[in-house]
């Protein structure tokens, strides 16, 4: 489904199946500290969980990294994908519709957020934040935002002023011409964002299930997530 992206999310805290990774991709882990390796291994197991709901794939498909750090697929048949993660929270986004972005955050305080988003966001942006009625939530929307942004274009977080947002208009103004909408939905204790080609118009939604290590569809949350849009401006 070329018009539709999925999103799964999971627990860091949950237990992963490491059967469908290769040998040699295990052992590359070793050499990272305990909680990277953890991580690693966990987002990696997590793409191959979905690789085999969703494309029957046994193990995790040959990997190639480009010369700007961005991994994919040597297969082109398969997804685009990209992984986040924020203190226990996972998230795995996948299109096949193109290259993709996204970031997971947990909603937390952080020290002199308002410093932060003054020199990282344009005053436009900055202004409508501080008018909201929880600062810190619209903090957190505009920088998963712009971290999506970044990871779909293969650049990097110290790269924030490459894309400009408005809020009150629903649209950004990227350095650079993109094909792009950017999706962004705020949970109870995430914030949640994507980069998306702009053909992409429905996002389906999964977890990942520590209890049989299988992956399933959100069906009927009980707080379902509403997903809002910015256009290109």
């Avoid at 972005?101 to 344009?122: M, N, T």
Wanted: net charge negative; with cysteine; charged share 20%.
């Amino acid at each position: 489904m070329t018009n539709s992206a999925r999103i799964i999310t999971a627990s860091l805290d949950d237990t992963f199946p490491l059967s469908r990774l290769p040998a040699e991709l295990l052992a590359k882990s070793e050499n990272l500290h305990p909680a990277r390796r953890q991580q690693w291994r966990a987002g990696r197991a997590l793409l191959a969980e979905a690789l085999f709901a969703f494309s029957g794939q046994e193990m995790l498909p040959e990997m190639q990294i480009s010369a700007r750090g961005k991994p994919s697929f040597t297969d082109p048949s398969l997804p685009h994908f990209s992984l986040s993660h924020s203190v226990n929270s996972l998230q795995l986004v996948l299109c096949a519709a193109g290259e993709t972005g996204g970031d997971v955050e947990q909603i937390r305080p952080r020290a002199r957020y308002l410093d932060v988003a003054r020199q990282a966001f344009s005053e436009t942006e900055f202004c409508w934040l501080t008018e909201q009625e929880n600062p810190l939530n619209a903090f957190w929307q505009l920088w998963c935002l712009r971290e999506a942004w970044l990871k779909q274009q293969a650049g990097s977080v110290w790269q924030m002023e490459r894309i400009r947002l408005d809020p009150a208009a629903g649209q950004f103004s990227p350095e650079s011409a993109t094909d792009s909408k950017l999706w962004w939905a705020a949970g109870e204790t995430v914030m949640s964002a994507m980069a998306l080609p702009a053909c992409v118009t429905t996002c389906e939604e999964y977890t990942f299930d520590a209890r049989n290590g299988s992956i399933i569809p959100q069906l009927i949350p009980r707080n379902p997530r509403r997903w809002s849009c910015y256009s290109l401006a």
